[in-house]
């Protein structure tokens, strides 16, 4: 049987299409206007890749396909919640068993980070009224399987030139260069002797192999089961060695405690940098020369392990300014010193850097850091505002299944209903209908 049909009623911004039809057009896959799966995954993939709905409809028009930025966003919102769905099955469901891992990992690595996003109250058409605006937490996550190598000894025992350098160290702070700090150039009338460059590090670092990638607008416990569901997917659990790296944030280290255990925790080094630079900066304000040697010493004892000294340090300038009045702003040099001491006190255990990398485990987050500037890529900008929560949503799980190495949003594509790469289930059997006599 057959008839025709209209898409405007459906898939408002659709140029009217009248055709033939047959009953089982849904069962196949096709939507009621007329995309097919092929479509849908270039829909999906465009959107989850480009800047707006609009720049997706621009490059698929390249392609001659001709639908709205609402027809998009509808897409959106169907992918990411199929997404959402499978994200919240449960790990030994027969979709998560499908694609369980062969093998267990050498190494398993979990990190957690949040961002901002700005949401709208749906309903409120393109723009936002001064009411609705709002900005929301996003949570991301990675899940990085990896190899290591392991060592009878500390592979790097001096820090890296990177964080021996000022400018560079001023950015990874977020402030201000030391002025003083870079080397004085040198004088040409004086004999120079080169000095022997010193041998370059064992790469010790571990090797990334598959990445996934969380983000939901979840609330941090809800957010924390997500990832549990993933980890024990990827079969994080059973791996040779594990770590779980973050920031200073309680909330992540919340979701270490209830989920990840048995995870390494180790803090993030830079952060860790980042403090002491501050530091050192409030206690020799006056001169730029001697912060920049006090921040190498500090640092250079995070790294080599020896944070109680740096602490004890820490705590002998604090005897020697004071305590920060209640009022003092955060520029105070009291007020700073204090939030180093609590900073270091409190993340001590997980400092251990030198084991860390006698382990082949990671000290750094940077890769977490990029990925929150990748989701952000897509997820927030300029006067880009999402419904929420349903668009929100939809979209943070396109972009972190399009930022998978396990290509996880085109093979979602290629299974859903319709796609010529899936097998179609067979009908049930019905027994034989009993006809009264």
């Known amino acids: 049987m057959t008839g025709r049909w209209s898409c405007r009623s459906w898939w408002g911004g659709v140029r009217r299409v009248t055709g033939i039809f047959f009953p089982l057009r849904e069962e196949l896959g096709f939507e009621a206007c007329e995309l097919t799966p092929t479509v849908i995954r270039k829909v999906s993939v465009l959107a989850a890749e480009t800047r707006s709905f609009a720049r997706a409809v621009i490059a698929l028009e390249e392609a001659d396909i001709q639908v709205s930025a609402k027809t998009v966003e509808r897409v959106v919102h169907d992918v990411g919640a199929e997404l959402a769905a499978r994200r919240d099955a449960a790990p030994n469901s027969a979709a998560a068993l499908a694609e369980h891992p062969q093998n267990v990992p050498d190494l398993a690595v979990v990190e957690c980070d949040g961002g901002r996003i700005r949401c709208r109250e749906p309903g409120r058409g393109p723009g936002v009224s001064l009411d609705g605006a709002g900005w929301r937490e996003d949570k991301n996550a990675c899940l990085i399987r990896a190899r290591r190598q392991t060592f009878d000894h500390d592979p790097q025992p001096e820090p890296p030139a990177c964080f021996c350098d000022a400018h560079h160290v001023a950015q990874l702070a977020a402030t201000e260069a030391l002025s003083l700090a870079a080397p004085a150039p040198r004088d040409p009338s004086v004999e120079q002797t080169e000095a022997a460059p010193p041998p370059e590090p064992l790469d010790w670092r571990p090797q990334r192999l598959v990445r996934t990638v969380l983000s939901s607008l979840a609330e941090a416990r809800e957010f924390g089961r997500q990832m549990q569901r993933e980890a024990k997917r990827r079969r994080f659990y059973e791996a040779n060695a594990k770590a779980f790296r973050g920031d200073g944030l309680p909330g ?129 900008g300029t006067e880009m505002f999402w419904n929420n929560p349903d668009g929100a949503e939809a979209i943070l799980q396109l972009r972190a299944a399009a930022l998978c190495d396990d290509d996880r949003l085109r093979r979602h594509l290629r299974q859903r209903p319709g796609s010529p790469f899936t097998r179609r289930p067979k009908a049930p059997k019905l027994p034989p209908r009993k006809i009264k006599s």
């Not at 995070?302 to 920060?324: H, I, S, T, Y």
């Not at 000290?363 to 929150?372: D, F, N, Y």
């Open 252 to 380: 992540n280290w919340s979701i270490w405690k209830t989920r990840f255990s048995d995870f390494t925790p180790i803090l993030d080094f830079i952060h860790a940098l980042s403090y002491v630079f501050s530091a050192a900066k409030a206690v020799h304000s006056t001169s730029p020369e001697d912060a920049w040697s006090q921040y190498l010493a500090w640092m250079r004892g995070c790294w080599q392990g020896e944070v109680d000294q740096v602490l004890g340090e820490l705590r002998a300038w604090q005897a020697q300014l004071g305590e920060p009045p209640d009022d003092a702003p955060d520029h105070d040099p009291r007020k700073m010193l204090a939030k180093t001491v609590g900073y270091l006190d409190h993340n001590r255990n997980r400092m251990r850097y030198p084991e860390y990398r006698r382990q082949g485990l990671p000290i750094t987050t940077a890769g977490m850091e990029s990925l929150v500037k990748e989701i952000n890529y897509r997820a927030k």
